[in-house]
Every structure is written in C-alpha cells, then in structure tokens.
C-alpha cells in the first residue's frame, strides 16, 4: 500500500446528539466512478490507443514503469473528471478507482505515473508527432460518422488563450490586449471536435486554416464521395488564400461550400445603403428592431473573382448594424442564407466554453511550445471522450442530453465507490442512494455491448 499523509481528525459539532468525526482513511474509497464509463468509452472509440500509437517511445524498456498507453489514458481520464492540474497525479496515481481504469489493480504497490513523470511525456513528445496526432484525430472523426452521413458543416474559429509566464511564442494581441497563445479550432454543428492547432499569439485568424481545412475536407469526400460539406466562419477567415483554396476544391472534390463573415468597408455600406435606409425607415415607423436582407456580387481588390455577398441591413435601438457575408451559395434567399446559414456558427463558441470551461483546455503552462501543443490535443482528446459518452447518456438519460459537460461529470461522474480486490476478482460498490444510479448502471451494461460507432 503507498504511503500517505495522515491527515488529523476533525472534529465537529453541528448534531444536536453526537459528536462527528471526520478522517481521511479509507484508501479504497474514490470520488470519480465515473472513471468506470470513460474506460468503456475510451475502449469502444480507441482514443488513448491512437493517441499512444502516435508517439515513439524512446525510453529503455528495461526502465519502463509506466506504458504510453497507461500514462495517455491516466492524463485524458484525470482531465475529463476535471483533475487538469498534473500535480493532481501525486495524489490520484493511488486512486484504486483510476488505477483500475488505467489497467492496474487496486492493491497493486505501485500507483500510476507522478507528475514528472506525466511531465516528461509532454516534453518527450516531438513536433512530428504532434502532426501525426492531430492528422490522426481528425481521421478518426471521419471514421466515427454515420455510414449515411450526406452533409457535414464544419465551423471554424478561434480563441483566446492567456498565459502568465514564459511560454514560448506567447505575444501580445491588441485585439485581446493580453499576452496569449491563439489556438484554432474545428467543429461540427453537432459539436464533435475535429481538430485544433495551438498558434502563436499574434497569428492571424486564417493562419492553419485553409491546410486544417483541406485535409478533413479531403478525408470526407474520401470517405462520402456525394457528401456535402459546408464550412462557416467569421470574417476573420475571409481571407483571399482560404477562399481560393475552397473554390479550388469544389471544383476538384464538389459540393463543398462556405458561409464566412466579411467585415464591413465603405464600399459594402454603399451596396447596402439603399437597403439600410429602409431598414432605418421601418425602425422609426414601428420603433422596435428591424432588418432587411439584400445581396449583391461582390469583387474585393485583394480577390481573385467576384462574389456573392449578403448584406443584414439592421436597424436597433443604439443605432444601425450592418452586417455582410459572403458565401458560394448564391442561390439561396439572402434571409434563409443570414439566419439559417451563417447564425448557426455562433453555436460553436458554446462548444468552444465547453473545452475552456470544463476541460480547462487552455491550461497551457509547459515550458515548450511543443509540448503545449501536445497538451491541447490531449485535451481535445478528453473532450471527444466527454462528447461520446453525453451521446450514450442521451439513449438513457434525455434529460442530460444536452448537458454542459462540467453538469454532466458533476452529476453522473463525481460518486464515490468503494474499491476492493479479491483473488479473483475486483468488486467495485457504489452508494445505494446515488440518484443518477439506474442511469449509471444502464451505461455500463450498455457500453459493455459489442463497439459500434458514435452516432
């Protein structure tokens, strides 16, 4: 058994009949059963394999404590039950529970890796690794889709990553008017994560996009040659690079089409202005907001061709708002294309609080860039397990169907159990009042059935 700190008794006085005590004694007591379903979906997707499989081992195997795949799956299980602190390792690699989780038994004398030593993987990883991971990622989420998949929107955006040391290539952005890291993102409209690719600070919005782009675009239609796939962004994608490469591989590929914002300029207020007078008109006339939707080809100067470009002429109580985008869809009405269209990529900021929010994916603190990269991707990695398991949830559970990933660990994967080994056997005992407990259980019979893919 491993040594810990003994930790003196509390007493406390609150019960009008006994005296309460309280200890910390028990080591075969954990608070993360759900280690148990994120191990069954790690299984059935082959996350921490694939992960494992992209990185050389460059160790002595007579050295060897602790495999790539245990120390993978140990630091994608810790930060997907909200342990994204690594120095949470020097307490948790002797939780039974996670230890069980990550292939080692309860009792066994050894305990998963420290932090050094999860520490030394980050910085063991190398560039081309870092590569490869990400090329393997966004590979497997095309394998993951649905055999009759006939459209995929694909949204692209960025975020704003804060650091407070010395990392390297952290800068200044104006724009955020702090000293960051600006990674890129890439989701569906289902909210699975693609891809994501760490950035210095000071990088342009479409830096990484256009080749992110190209590779999942061609992995689809390699995949669903009649597939149609849309990609949307903001205007800080519209860049003339991005655009010609997306119009390249339509012709190419087919059906491949774009919603992207464009930030206004005087020469797209005039093509609109007609249209936000009456916008302007209708708001004076019935003083509530009012929009107006007009479209128009389109030619900036830095663009190869002319484009189709729609206009949201608005008028609101602080005054007009005019907005523009530009799209290869120059068949559809103006409105239908507005809000319909391009208004569905705000949900991915939604999506983007996730990652941050719960799964603290901008906990880069690694002394190297590429380490920090790697760091990302093992956290994109914990958030496509978290998404995989809300979408089983959602079989047995509608009500958590759509649930925030902190309120699904909070209420499905923070419940004690108690961990025992015996010769045969590991026996693992949840609380009989646990609430979600019927749900709990339907998973892990659920998972337990043959692999299939992740609708």
Not at 249 to 272: F, H, P, Q, S, W
Not at 293 to 300: E, G, K
Not at 361 to 371: E, F, M, P
Not at 375 to 388: D, T
Request: hydrophobic fraction near 40%.
């Amino acid at each position: 058994m491993p040594t810990t700190d003994c930790l003196p008794q509390v007493r406390l006085d609150f019960h009008p009949t006994r005296a309460v005590d309280a200890n910390f004694d028990l080591p075969e007591l954990s608070s993360d059963a759900g280690a148990l379903l994120l191990r069954q979906v790690d299984d059935r997707l082959g996350l921490s394999a694939l992960i494992a499989g992209c990185l050389v081992d460059r160790r002595d195997p007579r050295r060897v404590l602790h495999t790539r795949l245990e120390q993978v799956r140990q630091r994608v299980f810790q930060i997907a039950l909200g342990y994204e602190d690594g120095n949470d390792a020097g307490t948790l690699r002797h939780d039974r529970l996670l230890k069980v989780a990550c292939d080692l038994l309860p009792e066994e004398p050894r305990g998963l890796s420290s932090q050094p030593s999860l520490s030394r993987l980050e910085h063991a990883v190398t560039a081309r690794e870092v590569v490869g991971l990400q090329r393997a990622l966004e590979k497997a989420y095309v394998d993951e889709l649905p055999s009759d998949t006939k459209v995929v929107v694909l949204d692209i955006d960025t975020t704003d990553d804060p650091t407070h040391g010395q990392q390297p290539l952290t800068f200044f952005n104006a724009h955020y008017d702090t000293t960051m890291y600006f990674p890129v993102l890439l989701f569906d409209d289902e909210g699975r994560l693609v891809s994501v690719r760490l950035r210095p600070g000071n990088a342009g919005n479409y830096r990484y996009a256009a080749p992110m782009l190209e590779r999942v675009i061609r992995l689809l239609k390699a995949r669903f040659p009649s597939v149609q796939v849309v990609v949307r962004g903001d205007g800080g994608f519209c860049a003339p690079r991005l655009l010609d490469r997306l119009d390249a591989l339509a012709m190419e590929l087919g059906d491949v089409e774009y919603v992207l914002g464009i930030k206004k300029n005087a020469v797209l207020e005039r093509l609109a202005a007609e249209a936000m007078t009456i916008a302007s008109a209708r708001y004076h006339e019935a003083r509530r907001p009012v929009r107006v939707f007009t479209s128009f080809l389109y030619r900036a100067r830095s663009w190869s061709r002319d484009r189709y470009v729609v206009a949201k002429a608005e008028h609101l109580p602080l005054g007009p708002n005019p907005r523009f985008i530009v799209s290869s869809f120059d068949h559809v009405p103006p409105h239908l294309l507005y809000e319909r269209g391009y208004c569905g990529r705000g949900q991915s900021e939604n999506y983007i609080k996730d990652f941050k929010n719960a799964l603290h994916g901008g906990r880069l603190s690694c002394t190297t860039y590429v380490a920090n990269a790697f760091r990302l991707l093992v956290h994109a990695a914990a958030y496509r397990l978290l998404f995989a398991l809300r979408t089983h949830v959602a079989h047995v559970a509608p009500a958590l169907a759509n649930a925030q990933f902190d309120t699904m660990r909070l209420r499905l994967l923070k419940v004690a159990a108690r961990v025992v080994q015996t010769v045969r056997r590991v026996v693992i005992s949840l609380p009989s009042a646990f609430p979600l407990r019927n749900v709990f259980r339907a998973l892990l019979v659920s998972l337990q059935a043959a692999p299939v893919p992740v609708p």
